[in-house]
C-alpha cells in the first residue's frame, strides 16, 4: 500500500484552494481541508495555527499566482500586463476578491506584488504620491470590473444575443438602449468581457497625462 504523501503547507494551502474552489469561501475549514487530504483536521494544526491562519495563506497563495511586471521595463505595458493577470487569477477563483481585502496580515507574496509595481512605476518616473494612487486606481478597476463580471448571468457573445432578444425593450420608451443593442450586440459577438481592456487604456491615458505634468 502506498504511502500517503507527507503533509506540508504547501499541501494543505493546496486543499484549501480546491476546497474554496468548489464550495466557495464558506466551504474552507480545518475539517474540510483536512478530509480533502485524507486527514483529521487536528493534523493540520501541525503546521497552521488555524482557520484563521490558512485564510492568511490563502490569501497569500492569490497573489503569488499574479504575473508580476518588470521593474526596468516601460510601465504601461507592464501594468496591462499585471492587470491582465490579476483579472485572470480573480475570475478563476471567485471566492478570492472578497478575501484578498479583508486580510489584516499580509503574506510576503502580497508583500512582493505590492513593491514590485510600485517598484515599476518609480522606476519610471513616477512620484512616491502619483504611484501610489495608480496602483489604487488600476486595482480598483480590476477588482471592480472581475465583481461585475462574476455577476453578470451571460459569458457568451450568444448568451449576450438571446438575453437581450428576452428583454424587448421598446424603442419608443428607451430609445438609447435600444440603439446600443441594435448597434453593438445584435449579430455583433458582443461579449461584456470585451469591456477591460478599454476602460484599462481610458485609465492608463489619463495616467500618462499626470506623469507628463508632473515630470
Given amino acids: 500500500m502506498a504511502r500517503r504523501p507527507a503533509l506540508t503547507v504547501e499541501r494543505i494551502v493546496d486543499a484549501a484552494v480546491a476546497v474554496a474552489d468548489r464550495g466557495g469561501l464558506a466551504a ?6 483536512g478530509a480533502e487530504l485524507g486527514v483529521e483536521a487536528m493534523s493540520l494544526y501541525h503546521h497552521i495555527r488555524g482557520k484563521e491562519a490558512l485564510l492568511d495563506l490563502l490569501a497569500d497563495w492569490i497573489f503569488a499566482q499574479i504575473e508580476l511586471p518588470t521593474i526596468e521595463k516601460p510601465w504601461r505595458a507592464e501594468m496591462v500586463l499585471r492587470a491582465e493577470s490579476a483579472r485572470a487569477v480573480l475570475s478563476a477563483h471567485s471566492w478570492a476578491l472578497g478575501l484578498t481585502e479583508s486580510r489584516s496580515n499580509p503574506g510576503p507574496a502580497l508583500l512582493r506584488h505590492h513593491d514590485t509595481i510600485l517598484g ?12 501610489t494612487s495608480t496602483f489604487s486606481a488600476i486595482d480598483s478597476y480590476v477588482h471592480g470590473f472581475v465583481l461585475t463580471e462574476l455577476s453578470v448571468p451571460i459569458e ?3 448568451d449576450t ?5 428576452t428583454l424587448h ?8 438602449m435600444a440603439e446600443m443593442f441594435a448597434e ?3 449579430g455583433a ?10 476602460g484599462l487604456d481610458l485609465i492608463l491615458d489619463a495616467l500618462e ?3 507628463t505634468a508632473v515630470r
Fill in 28 to 33: 474552507v475549514s480545518m475539517r474540510h481541508v
Fill in 209 to 211: 497625462v499626470r506623469l
Fill in 184 to 186: 453593438l450586440v445584435v
Fill in 189 to 198: 459577438r458582443y461579449t461584456y468581457a470585451d469591456e477591460f481592456a478599454f
Fill in 169 to 176: 425593450l421598446p424603442a419608443q420608451e428607451y430609445p438609447h
Fill in 120 to 131: 515599476c512605476l518609480r522606476y519610471n518616473g513616477f512620484p512616491v504620491a502619483l504611484a
Fill in 161 to 165: 444575443e438571446q438575453f437581450v432578444e
Fill in 156 to 158: 457568451t457573445a450568444e
